[in-house]
Nanobody, 115 residues
């Protein structure tokens, strides 16, 4: 089993920045893909960004140029740097870890963008 704990969310003004962190309970070197998703109540959870163990990334069109996903395997941690925040970025952000035979989710961290 793998436990994922997200942190770094909060209340931020438009155009502000945040860095979200996802700490894993075991070495994520064996992970095929790590990802960040977000969800607003009443809507489907959507992919924000993904990174594989080789460092290759992809992003949702809505966040390209503003969000950056990265990983530090030595710290068992995945990050999401969020710049130029918009009100529509308000959501709970979830960390996801995909291994060969299973996947895991964290409990999420809330990001609220408001003036």
């Amino acid at each position: 089993q793998v436990q994922l704990v997200e942190s770094g969310g909060g209340l931020v003004q438009p155009e502000g920045s945040l860095r979200l962190s996802c700490a894993a309970s075991r070495n994520i070197f064996s992970g095929n893909t790590m990802g960040w998703y977000r969800q607003v109540p009443g809507k489907e959870r959507e992919l924000v960004a993904r990174i594989n163990n080789g460092g290759y990334t992809n992003y949702a069109d809505s966040v390209k140029g503003r969000f950056t996903i990265s990983r530090d395997n030595a710290k068992n941690t995945v990050y999401l740097q969020i710049n130029s925040l918009k009100p529509e970025d308000t959501a709970r952000y979830y960390c996801n870890a995909v291994f060969i035979r299973s996947s895991y989710w964290g409990q999420g961290t809330q990001v609220t963008v408001s003036s």
